[in-house]
T-cell receptor
Framework: GAVVSQHPSWVICKSGTSVKIECRSL??????MFWYRQFPKQSLMLMAT?????????EQGVEKDKFLINHASLTLSTLTVTSAHPEDSSFYIC?????????????FGEGSRLTVL | SQQGEEDPQALSIQEGENATMNCSYK?????LQWYRQNSGRGLVHLIL?????REKHSGRLRVTLDTSKKSSSLLITASRAADTASYFC????????????FGQGTRLTINP
């Protein structure tokens, strides 16, 4: 199956700093990637839809200036948590949707655990 | 916002038994998918059932879909300890933005 790589798998940072998480589709081109956030023992909450070459579409309640998303190429989307605070600590997961002909399933990265001190 | 609700939230059974998880959703859908997540890991796609399908099988997995009740079930037969994980349903809304919305998940524990 298709492979999505997410990096880093975990990161610890100080409050006020910014953290960048990368999501790469390794063997297919992804015009659309999705970013999810997951709290312990809870479901995935969609944060934003990242479209290659255009602005991301954010879900209601997600601060676009706080969570900067860039989808500069067909294989890479980045999520930057700006001025991180302890409440931003969470598990962030990206997923990628293959190009037309797609059967509907998404391919997920392994997630990035962010801890803000 | 979350589309679906799953029950039970947690399920613990003995190895070899069957596990059934249910998912309900609210809007019309193109398809419904089930994913598995091991603790602290990403999600792995298990099976997709389209809105015009009623039942689908994949190995030890059996999924049903009842669009009139807006519900689906996932049955894992002859469970194994390695099946221990969280299972999520996800819906792809009809005429929506082609984004998946996940249910709350069922934490399945298989006891050896």
């Amino acid at each position: 199956g298709a492979v999505v790589s997410q990096h880093p798998s975990w990161v610890i940072c100080k409050s006020g700093t910014s953290v960048k998480i990368e999501c790469r589709s390794l063997d297919f081109q992804a015009t659309t990637m999705f970013w999810y956030r997951q709290f312990p023992k809870q479901s995935l909450m969609l944060m934003a839809t990242s479209n290659e070459g255009s602005k991301a579409t954010y879900e209601q309640g997600v601060e676009k200036d706080k969570f900067l998303i860039n989808h500069a190429s067909l294989t890479l989307s980045t999520l930057t948590v700006t001025s991180a605070h302890p409440e931003d600590s969470s598990f962030y997961i990206c997923s990628a949707r293959p190009p037309p002909g797609w059967t509907g399933e998404l391919f997920f990265g392994e997630g990035s655990r962010l801890t803000v001190l | 916002s979350q589309q679906g609700e799953e029950d039970p939230q947690a399920l613990s059974i003995q190895e070899g038994e069957n596990a059934t998880m249910n998912c309900s959703y609210k809007t019309s859908i193109n398809n419904l998918q089930w994913y598995r997540q091991n603790s602290g890991r990403g999600l792995v796609h298990l099976i997709l059932i389209r809105s015009n399908e009623r039942e689908k099988h994949s190995g030890r997995l059996r999924v049903t879909l009842d669009t009139s009740k807006k519900s689906s079930s996932l049955l894992i037969t002859a469970s194994r300890a390695a099946d221990t994980a969280s299972y999520f349903c996800a819906t792809d809304a009809f005429q929506g933005a082609q984004k998946l919305v996940f249910g709350q998940g069922t934490r399945l524990t298989i006891n050896p």
